[in-house]
């Protein structure tokens, strides 16, 4: 499988811009090696479809099928399948595809955590990351990660990362945002190392609201060669869109300006607009969710 991403009349760099590009997906494992198939292409800027338990809520597939603009892309969080420390859905050999009944035309990305929840109170440890459920807080650890990433056949894996808040002025001068950049790298290289299906790996970029540790972090990743793109997710800290931005472009001006940046938080119309000028190509769509569970419907007005 190749996953790449083409910026479409635009220099690669790391400047606040808007730029357009594309992502293609050529799937040649399993029962297709050698089978030549039509490539998936993903226009950019776009969005990957939220899901819960693997569906579009408040969405049914039919009526989804008849949405012309949907983007064939979508993506999946562990965390809503992880409801025992051994998930079923580990043991499914045929893919996360079939799984959830998607179609093999669709983009499809594994995450961790679904970005509606901001606040959480299971805390992690240098060995794991811990998830709250219904039947008590379960550990992700890394290796288990690529064991669901090897058996579930995405296409695109955003491996765990220790994403958190420290409230300003600093309680600890910084520390815990330090552990978690560690502890983050970490976490990358054993799935990464663990990983042997070939999916594309989109790296979080950490560093919470410490310029200097959003550097150190930046930086790293920047010289890694087995990255495919880069994931921002500060859902969790409480600022405004603007200054997230801010904190996002940072890192951007560190980062390999070829490949594809993904922002979680950063789903509201206006929020879209705003990151897409900073240079932002993927986002997440659990907006319209959000919006749909407070009983509210939305109208817009841009220009």
């Known amino acids: 499988m190749a996953l790449r991403f083409e910026l479409a009349g635009a220099k690669a760099s790391g400047l606040a811009a808007p ?25 950019t800027p776009a969005f ?8 579009q809520p408040h969405l049914v597939p039919e009526v989804a099928a008849e949405v012309d603009a949907l983007p064939p892309a979508t993506r999946v969080q562990i965390e809503d399948f992880f409801d025992s420390d051994a998930p079923d859905c580990s043991r499914f050999e045929e893919g996360l595809h079939k799984f959830i ?20 109170t299971a805390k992690p440890a240098n060995t794991y990351m811990a998830i709250g459920s219904e039947a008590g ?17 995405p296409d695109i894996v955003i491996p765990l990362a220790d994403i ?25 290289d054993e799935c990464t190392a663990a990983l042997t299906y070939p999916a594309a790996v989109f790296a979080p970029v950490v560093g919470s ?8 972090a930046a930086k790293a990743l920047a010289a890694r060669h087995d990255i495919a793109g880069y994931a921002f997710n500060d859902v969790c800290l409480t600022l405004p869109m603007e200054q997230k931005l801010n904190l996002v472009q940072h890192s951007l001006e560190l980062l390999d300006a070829s490949k594809p940046r993904y922002m979680l938080g950063a789903s509201a119309p206006d929020s879209v607009l705003c990151a897409v000028l900073r240079g932002i190509d ?5 907006y319209p969710y959000a919006v749909t569970e407070l009983g509210l419907a939305s109208t817009y007005v841009l220009g």
């Open 101 to 120: 009944a998607l179609d093999t035309a669709e983009i499809l990305m594994l995450d961790t955590l679904d970005p509606t929840i901001s606040v959480r």
């Open 282 to 286: 993927l986002f997440d769509s659990s």
């Open 48 to 55: 990957f479809k939220y899901t819960r338990h693997g569906l």
């Open 209 to 216: 609201h410490s310029l200097e540790l959003r550097t150190m």
């Open 19 to 43: 730029r357009r590009g594309k992502l293609v997906l050529h799937r040649l494992v399993g029962k297709d090696a050698g089978v030549e198939r039509p490539a998936i292409v993903l226009e």
């Open 164 to 188: 958190v808040e420290e409230p300003l002025p600093s309680l600890t001068q910084g520390k815990r945002i330090l552990k978690s950049v560690t502890r983050s790298a970490k976490w990358l």
């Open 137 to 153: 807080t379960k550990r992700l650890t890394p290796d288990l990660f690529a064991q669901l990433a090897n058996s579930l056949k």
